[in-house]
C-alpha cells in the first residue's frame, strides 16, 4: 500500500504577480525549485497564510534568482501580490520508503530569499 506525505516545501513565500490572463499555475524561480526538489508542471498545494484559501494548481519555471513567486489563471483570484502562501508537493511512498523518507523543507523571507532549510518540524508543544 502506498502511503501520501510531504515531498517539499516552500514556506511563507511571497506572492510577486497575480496574473488574471495568464496560463493557469504557479510560477516559480526556478532556483527555488532546483533547492526543494520541484520540477515544472509537478501538481501543488497551495495555502494562503493571508486569507485561508487552499487551492491546488502545477509549476511552471520563472526566471532563476528572480524571487518571483506568481499565481496565474483563475487562482490569481484566490491570493493578491504581497500574500504569504505555503507551496507543497506530495509524494507516494510504500513503508520502507516512507521509513526512510525526509521531506525539503525551504523557508522563505519576504523577499523570497531563502531564510533557512530543513527536513524536520519541531514537535509542536502543547500551549
Not at 495568464?22 to 501538481?43: N, R, T, V
Not at 521531506?103 to 533557512?116: A, F, G, M
Amino acid at each position: 500500500m502506498l502511503s501520501a506525505f510531504l515531498k517539499a516545501k516552500l514556506h511563507m513565500a511571497c506572492v510577486t504577480q497575480a496574473e488574471l490572463w495568464y496560463d493557469g499555475s504557479c510560477a516559480i524561480d526556478s532556483d527555488l525549485l532546483k533547492l526543494a526538489g520541484m520540477k515544472e508542471f509537478e501538481q501543488i498545494d497551495i495555502y494562503n497564510v493571508d486569507n485561508g484559501e487552499r487551492f491546488t494548481t502545477y509549476i511552471i519555471s520563472a526566471e532563476a534568482g528572480s524571487g518571483t513567486i506568481s499565481i496565474n489563471g483563475a487562482a490569481a483570484r484566490l491570493c493578491q501580490v504581497g500574500d504569504r502562501i505555503i507551496i507543497a508537493t506530495y509524494g507516494q511512498f510504500n513503508e520502507q520508503e516512507a521509513a526512510e523518507h525526509k521531506p525539503k523543507l525551504v523557508y522563505l523571507n519576504e523577499d523570497n530569499s531563502v531564510e533557512r532549510t530543513s527536513n524536520t518540524i519541531p514537535v509542536q508543544l502543547a500551549g
